[in-house]
């Protein structure tokens, strides 16, 4: 709304609500703030609460929308910037705190990933829902997780944050965590008193993940804090030893035979941590366990060694290691 249609407007209001109008106006003009939806948006993401204090005084909505791709209200705008004073103006005119996106997210979640605490805590206090997810089954925690906020990740969980929230895939807070490597933020949902080796909604472990991506730090920290050294996938039944020589984490691998993990087990097909390496190429790992004598012609449950697993892969640089290691050279694929 133009700054002269607005003067006219509250000069036909008649009372003190006439010139606390005209008073706001005439405030914006001595600055040369324009009297617009997007000079309102504008100024609450710089922080200008007089600025703010003005344009709802003139009668802007404190629930205005951005024309952001989500439609963000103004509020999240200012939490998203760790704008308090601004936040707690729009609240105290009738900001809704839990307004959504067209994601379902919440002025909450954008503090919490841009790491305002202080903000943060406001909202809390202002009664934004903690647990609140958005469409795809993200909280609060879940961002502030996924932006290394710790400090905003251990005041969520101090105030009771949710931590077996889970999203669309089965996926609770220590697993999304996990998968993205976030290793302070694993430590603090174990410090709240997540267990190490409890399973998400579909059945998988947190530390079968770790192993799978190569977070190490993780494992270790998992396994100390009573996760088992012989935790295996649900699907396919390899231990995280396995897990991790398939997906040629050799770091990983290597770290968790120094932590005693079994070179013998077997997954669903017979196979052991030696044909996994031998197939996948691994020769670091290979040699590593060549060098603990493991049984070098051990037969999956098709009857293959590890020697056929690498022929079979054209992996011949494992196949001769192993050859030379004294395995049998078998013929056949």
């Known amino acids: 709304m133009a700054l002269a249609a607005l003067l006219t ?41 007089d600025a703010i204090k003005s344009f709802l005084a003139v009668g802007m909505d404190a629930n205005l929308r951005d024309t952001d791709a989500e439609g963000s209200t103004v509020l999240m705008v200012a939490a998203m910037a760790g704008m308090n004073d601004v936040v707690s103006i729009l609240v105290s005119h009738g900001a809704d705190v839990g307004a959504l996106t067209t994601k379902g997210r919440t002025a909450l979640m954008w503090a919490a990933w841009r790491g305002h605490v202080e903000t943060v805590q406001l909202l809390m206090t202002l009664g934004a829902d903690i647990n609140a997810k958005d469409t795809l089954g993200s909280t609060a925690l879940t961002f502030a997780i996924l932006k290394d906020q710790l400090n905003v990740v251990n005041l969520l969980l101090k105030s009771g944050a949710r931590t077996d929230s889970t999203n669309r895939q089965g996926a609770d807070e220590l697993r999304r965590a996990v ?9 603090a949902l174990l410090d709240s008193g997540v267990q190490p080796n409890q399973t998400d909604s579909l059945g998988r472990s947190a530390i079968v993940a770790a192993a799978a991506r190569g977070h190490s730090e993780i494992v270790r920290m998992l396994i100390a804090r009573g996760a088992p050294v012989e935790s ?10 396995m897990v991790a020589a398939a997906r040629k984490q050799t770091e990983t691998a290597l770290e968790l035979l120094k932590l005693s993990a079994s070179c013998d087990a077997r997954d669903k097909i017979g196979r052991t941590a030696l044909m996994i390496a031998a197939e996948t190429g691994n020769v670091e790992l290979l040699g590593e366990l060549v060098s603990r004598r493991v049984d070098l012609d051990a037969t999956d449950n098709s009857g293959k060694t ?23 050279d078998q013929t056949g694929p």
Do not use: C
């Open 179 to 187: 998968d993205g490597g976030h290793t302070l933020a694993v430590k």
């Open 9 to 49: 407007l509250s000069l036909s209001t008649p009372g003190q609500e006439n010139r606390e109008k005209e008073a706001a106006i005439r405030k914006l003009a001595e600055r040369n703030i324009q009297s617009s939806e997007g000079a309102f948006i504008e100024r609450a993401r710089r922080g200008d609460a």
């Open 232 to 241: 295996r996938d649900p699907t396919s039944g390899e231990t995280i030893l």
């Open 306 to 328: 590890a020697v056929q697993r690498a022929k079979r892969a054209k992996q011949d640089e494992a196949t001769r290691l192993l050859i030379l290691a004294g395995a049998l």
